[in-house]
């Protein structure tokens, strides 16, 4: 059974940065595509990024290419979100999420490739 704790999130000002991390506390993490996602107030929850676990390809939300970088360490079960030159408009809550174990054809920017998700973590930027 997977269960995603999120961690790493807080209160930063305009440009500075936050790595958050998520642990899965069950046994196929290797074998899962891990993502980011996060909503903010009034707003859908949006697609943040991907890695894959066949050949750990990533994939960004537009806004975060070259600020952003996901990656993962199997040996901890974590996943991690690494953000730099971080902006107002990133303020939201910040949720880790994990694909079926062994499956990797799908569209990962989409929420219902994931079939568990933690908690959350919340990013505020500040001006």
């Known amino acids: 059974q997977v269960q995603l704790v999120e961690s790493g999130g807080g209160l930063v000002q305009a440009g500075g940065s936050l790595r958050l991390s998520c642990v899965d506390s069950g046994r196929t993490f290797s074998r899962r595509t891990m993502g980011w996602f996060r909503q903010a107030p009034g707003k859908e929850r949006e697609f943040v990024a991907a890695?894959?676990?066949?050949?750990?390809?990533?994939s960004y939300l537009n806004s975060v290419k070259g600020r952003f970088a996901i990656s993962r360490d199997n040996a901890k079960n974590t996943v991690y979100l690494q953000m730099n030159s971080l902006k107002p408009e990133d303020t939201a809550i910040y949720y880790c999420a994990a694909g079926n174990s062994g499956v990797w054809a799908g569209f990962y920017a989409s929420a219902d490739f994931y079939t568990a998700w933690g908690q959350g973590t919340q990013v505020t930027i500040s001006s």
């Open positions: 890695v894959t676990w066949t050949d750990y390809s990533t």
